[in-house]
């Protein structure tokens, strides 16, 4: 009965729905990108996106999530 509430249980409670935070937010900060066209949201909201696929090892979308805001930083530029 007390084994359902280990220390490792929570942990890996609290390390999956940090993910998921960073990924919501990171989202939020696409949709605002797509309001405001303002890049450095953009690139705020890849970077969230990309640490989240990198956790969850979607390496493709790592890989796009990168090449994307290489362009959105020339844009910057």
């Known amino acids: 009965m007390k084994n359902w509430l280990t220390q490792t249980k ?5 390390s999956k729905n940090w993910i998921e935070l960073i990924g919501w937010t ?3 900060f696409m949709v605002a990108f797509s309001f405001t066209l303002y890049i ?4 705020i909201g890849l970077s969230g996106l990309t640490f989240q696929a ?7 979308l ?5 090449v994307s805001g ?3 930083f020339l844009q910057l530029l």
Not at 40 to 43: F, G, H, T, V
Not at 54 to 60: C, F, G, P, V
């Open 40 to 43: 450095p949201l953009a690139l």
């Open 70 to 72: 290489i362009g959105f």
């Open 54 to 60: 990198y956790k969850t090892k979607i390496y493709n």
């Open 62 to 66: 790592v890989a796009l999530n990168i």
């Open 10 to 14: 929570i942990k890996m409670a609290i």
């Open 26 to 28: 990171a989202s939020a």
